[in-house]
């Protein structure tokens, strides 16, 4: 609707991964303090080993990297679309 209306492609683009990576860093924030904590938690009770903060930075950085090409692949592919066969489509 946006490229319909005279945005560019790129201006779209960047507002849908902008969009994204926000929601993924709120969501990789809390995660982290989260599981940081528990992990922290059950260590001292003995019930597991203390989080290693290697495995949870992989963990986010995959996360991070399947959020980006989540955000960005849908997106290319609407790109794509030309606006006046959308409109018209009823």
């Known amino acids: 609707m946006r490229v319909a209306l005279g945005a560019s492609p790129r201006d ?4 849908v991964l902008r969009q994204g990576f926000h929601l993924t ?9 989260l599981a940081y904590g528990r992990a922290r938690d059950a260590g001292a ?3 597991c080993q203390p989080a290693r903060r290697h495995h949870l930075r992989r963990a ?3 996360s991070a ?4 090409a989540g955000c960005l692949l849908p997106a290319l592919r609407a790109l ?10 009823e």
Do not use: E
């Not at 779209?12 to 507002?15: D, T």
């Not at 794509?80 to 018209?88: A, C, E, I, K």
């Open 12 to 15: 779209v683009l960047a507002l």
């Open 25 to 33: 860093a709120t969501g990789l924030v809390a995660g982290l303090l």
């Open 45 to 47: 009770a003995g019930r």
């Open 60 to 62: 986010a950085a995959v």
């Open 65 to 68: 990297v399947m959020a980006v």
């Open 80 to 89: 794509r679309v030309d606006p006046l066969l959308v409109m018209r489509a």
